[in-house]
């Protein structure tokens, strides 16, 4: 991945969605800020976590991105059939899985569109885990429970199946992710894993259902330490 090691991690914007924008959101004000931001801290490299949002919000995504350096993974609410154009890498795909280097780290990014990691990307990871250095798993669900909410209401289906994949491969893995709509950064034994804000609203770190609409963020990833940095970037309406 083509980078100073510093990347924007931006996802859950679900722009232009009906459900969303009746709330309150203003969903595309939202990420033009979140651009704005990233921009001017010299940030050049994007990963999107997945829930882009309607089709005719990935004209506004291709034409605001011009400049940047972009990736990304699948969440629940995207379709495959509508990135090819707006993500070459999608193009002619059932399901977007990809590896790349990011800061000298081996990256992987997987498709959970479906709710679940697929038989063929299970293997796709098993392999992948081998002869990966620092591994790092980009991923719209979390793999491991944060005892919210939405891990109790709308966790990945087979997770214990990838958790068992990554305890297997004996490797310090990090998750980087989405979904919940919250920040959450835990270590369980060898496995770091980091749930970023989202972009539209939060949905609070609750054992029941509480929407925060006046917050919105991004995560910044910082590869260029030793040990990867994350700093959360929240704002308020």
């Known amino acids: 991945m083509n980078n100073t090691g510093k990347i924007a991690f931006i996802t859950d914007l679900h722009m232009l969605e009906k459900n969303v924008e009746k709330k309150g959101i203003k969903t595309v004000q939202n990420w033009k800020t979140?651009?704005?931001?990233?921009?001017?801290?010299?940030?050049?490299?994007?990963?999107?976590?997945?829930?882009?949002?309607?089709?005719?919000?990935?004209?506004?995504?291709?034409?605001?991105?011009?400049?940047?350096?972009?990736?990304v993974i699948l969440g629940n609410h995207d379709k495959i059939k509508h990135l090819d154009k707006f993500f070459p890498q999608a193009k002619g795909k059932e399901e977007l899985f990809y590896t790349t280097i990011i800061a000298g780290a081996d990256g992987i990014f997987l498709d959970t569109s479906s709710y679940k990691l697929s038989e063929e990307q299970q293997t796709f990871l098993q392999e992948w885990l081998t002869n990966a250095n620092n591994p790092v798993i980009f991923i719209h669900h979390p793999v491991l429970g944060d005892g919210s909410w939405m891990d109790k209401e709308h966790p990945l289906k087979n997770r214990e199946k990838v958790q068992e994949i990554l305890k297997e491969s004996g490797k310090n893995i990090t998750l980087i992710s989405g979904h919940y709509h919250h920040f959450h950064d835990e270590?369980?034994?060898?496995?770091?894993?980091?749930?970023a804000p989202a972009v539209s609203y939060q949905i609070l770190k609750q054992k029941d259902y509480k929407a925060d609409k006046k917050s919105f963020g991004y995560l910044i990833l910082d590869f260029t330490k030793p040990q990867l940095e994350v700093e959360q970037v929240l704002f308020s309406v």
């Open 187 to 195: 270590t369980t034994g060898s496995i770091r894993q980091i749930i």
């Open 34 to 71: 979140v651009l704005e931001d990233a921009r001017n801290r010299g940030i050049s490299s994007i990963v999107f976590g997945g829930d882009l949002g309607e089709k005719e919000a990935l004209k506004i995504l291709e034409e605001d991105i011009i400049g940047f350096y972009c990736q």
